[in-house]
């Protein structure tokens, strides 16, 4: 009785490391804290848990994998096999992606963002571009245009963001340039330390991260339409990783990408934006508006010189870069 007890307890035990060594566990490094950037990963997750009976995990680390700067360098020698990162962080590194950085694209909408992004990332060249990093490009992380809010005097016309020091990476940087600003492309989680140090007096920031990062409890005042641009953070994947992943998984990842992206608009519009604009009446934070013709005064300024500078130079380093930037404005237009 005992060897029948005992041969059964070796076949379930059997069984059970079986199952355990089927399962597909990755690790997904992300920053911050869970937010609504961040809710699309965590409704893939949830849904590629669901759809394999919990066969296939997404184990989502907050900061704890690595720096937000760092995590394409992650993603190439497989330290984990899914991560989020923007595109401004380091330029050099995702060229094709810069594009959707650009200054006053004209993008309106979470979902333009969605349809630009998603051009853009299935183009050859992007996809040759991250594959140098063992990268493949799952979905974008969708913004709306950034705004600046900051301290001090708030720059009402052209000539008021002369000497303006503002946290603000890629694109927008380059505008604000022109406009005599002066950027630096502190990383987000550093943003509210550079503001209370007088590094900047403003920061560019989409407005979930406006209140993630804490800059809406020290801000006075906010730019509600100067609409700049917005920054491309992209969740790419380890290469290697996805290619390893059964008929099955790769399936429950890949089904499960729309209905995340629309959990992530949903989120963003229904639960981010109704908490912002009473927070800015709460806090008595001035909300700046430009009229028309300063708006037109950016954009000549800025949108046209920084994109013949973006298509010369990354036509250079052997880039399609006009038909990438092609692909954008047709993409919104249509």
């Known amino acids: ?15 059970a490391f079986a199952a355990e060594a089927m399962a597909t566990e990755w690790n997904v490094s992300l920053w911050g804290k869970r ?18 009976g919990g066969e296939f995990t997404l ?21 984990f096999e899914m991560a989020q990162f923007c595109a401004g962080y380091h330029a050099d590194k995702n060229p094709s992606i810069t594009v959707l950085e650009l200054p006053f694209l004209g993008v309106g909408t979470l979902e333009d963002e969605i349809k630009v992004s998603m051009a853009v990332y299935q183009h050859p060249a992007t996809v040759a571009d991250l594959a140098r990093w063992n990268a493949t490009l799952l979905m974008p992380s ?20 002369d000497g303006l020091t503002v946290r603000a990476t890629g694109g927008i940087g380059e505008a604000l340039t022109l406009v005599g600003a002066v950027p630096t492309s502190v990383t987000s989680e ?17 407005p979930h991260a ?3 990062f804490g800059i809406t409890e020290a801000a006075k005042w906010w730019t509600d339409n100067l609409n700049p641009g917005t920054v491309n953070c992209p969740v790419v994947v380890n290469t290697d990783a996805l290619n390893a992943l059964s008929d099955a998984e790769r399936e429950a990842l890949m089904s499960s990408i729309d209905e995340s992206m629309q959990h992530y608009v949903d989120f963003y519009e229904n639960e981010t934006m ?3 604009w009473p927070m800015l009446e709460e806090k008595g934070i001035e909300t700046i508006s430009f009229d028309d013709g300063r708006l037109a005064e950016f954009r000549e300024k800025a949108a046209g010189p920084v994109a013949a500078k973006w298509i010369e130079e990354n036509s250079a380093r052997g880039l399609p870069a006009q038909e990438l930037y092609d692909l954008v404005i047709q993409t919104l237009n249509n």
């Open 1 to 15: 009785m005992n060897r029948i007890l005992t041969g059964a307890c070796v076949a379930a035990l059997a069984t």
């Open 210 to 212: 406006h209140m993630s």
């Open 190 to 206: 550093e943003a509210r330390q550079a503001l209370d140090s007088g590094i900047v007096k403003s920061i560019a920031f989409a």
């Open 35 to 52: 937010r609504a950037f961040t809710e699309h990963v965590e409704k893939l997750a949830e849904l590629v848990s669901e759809k394999t």
């Open 142 to 161: 969708p913004l709306p245009q950034y705004n600046i809010a900051g301290v001090g005097e708030p720059p009402r016309s052209l000539a008021e963001f």
């Open 274 to 276: 109704a908490k912002w």
């Open 59 to 79: 184990n989502i680390n907050y900061g704890g994998l690595s720096k937000n700067t760092e995590n394409l360098d992650g993603i190439s020698i497989g330290a």
